[in-house]
């Protein structure tokens, strides 16, 4: 009779644990941010609204970089392009009690400002961009495109890396802008170690620029990007072009292209644990949020132990 109770006691031990109390996790809120910049497209001199919420504990400021284009790659502020996150420069914006925050970005205000493809990041905490990733914060990102004040502004192209360095079998990004209306493609070439003198494309190293053979990219509302899997190149420095017509390095100032180059190095081997996740995503968090509820297989597993113990103690009777 005496099993036979505790039996009952843990059958209903077991059915309170898991029907009684409603829920056998607790309820976690992951903290988030967003950002929400008033326009996709600007020209220099506008003042362009960027709003957002942040929905952290006690979030006082959020902090934004500007990112792109030749500028410093762990980020700088959107009122100087000369402070850098590095330095412990940033822009602070303050979060009202409601969890928004708005600023007003006055692209006139800005001096030195290149037309070009640029991204505008949001964190929860003054990061700079290069180890923003792993750094705990909430971030987000936007890209948005600079464009020239004056349509009849002087030829232009532009390249930049994103990073600037890169392991070998780490991708990079090759973004730019260009306000030549009639060209549709940019085409791109690299030179550097073990590569014909005048370039070859960023795909196939074997072939030349020489005999025609560039990588082309579409050109959308005036930028471009090109993504380059670096597993294709040995370590060493490389310089990447970008220009308005096919022609190669040493037709290149003659050819009445215009054209823009940038300079990377790739160091070491492949990394086995190398990620494919660049700046410039949007709508996003940059850290992965641990449960602190107690697993339901924990205390599934105790209550089976429990009515296992019972049940033993009544086939003994």
């Known amino acids: ?12 031990i077991l059915f309170f644990l898991l029907y ?11 903290p988030s941010i967003t950002m929400v910049p008033g326009k996709s497209e600007a020209v220099i001199g506008e003042t362009i609204t960027i709003t957002g919420t ?29 402070y850098k ?36 990041y949001a964190m929860s905490g003054p990061v700079k961009l290069t180890e923003l990733k792993n750094s705990g914060e909430i971030y987000t990102s936007s890209s948005i495109i600079i464009k020239p004040a ?45 590569i014909d003198e005048d370039g070859a494309p960023l795909g196939d190293l074997s072939a030349k620029a020489s005999e025609g053979r560039f990588s082309e990219v579409q050109l959308t509302g005036g930028s471009y990007l090109y993504t380059w899997d670096t597993s294709v190149v040995p370590p060493g420095e490389y310089t990447v072009y970008a220009v308005t017509g096919p022609e190669n390095l040493s037709k290149l100032d003659t050819s009445g292209n215009i054209y823009a180059k940038v300079s990377l190095k790739v160091t070491g081997e492949p990394s086995i644990t190398a990620g494919t996740e660049m700046p410039g995503t949007t709508s996003s968090t940059g850290t992965e949020q ?19 113990f019972a049940v033993f103690g009544i086939s003994r009777k």
Request: glycine share 12%; aromatic share 8%.
């Open 85 to 120: 996150a590095s330095e412990g420069r940033f822009t602070e914006v303050p979060v009202k009690s409601d969890g928004k925050w708005i600023y007003q970005w006055n692209t006139a205000y800005i001096g030195g400002f290149t037309p070009g493809q640029y991204t505008i």
């Open 150 to 194: 004056s349509t009849e502004s002087e030829p232009l192209i532009t390249i930049t890396a994103s990073p600037s360095g890169a392991v070998k079998g780490n991708p990079v990004r090759f973004t730019g802008y260009s306000n030549e209306v009639n060209n549709a493609i940019i085409y791109l070439f690299i030179t550097g170690p073990g």
């Open 290 to 308: 641990n449960s602190a509820s107690t697993p339901l297989s924990l205390i599934s597993t105790a209550c089976a132990l429990m009515l296992g």
């Open 54 to 82: 942040i929905d952290r504990v006690n979030a006082v400021n959020t902090y934004l970089l500007l990112s792109g284009n030749g500028l410093d790659e762990d980020g700088v502020t959107m009122v100087n392009l000369n």
């Open 20 to 30: 009684g109390t409603g829920t056998v996790t607790a309820e976690t809120h992951d």
């Open 1 to 12: 009779m005496k099993n036979t109770k505790g039996a009952i006691l843990a059958i209903a």
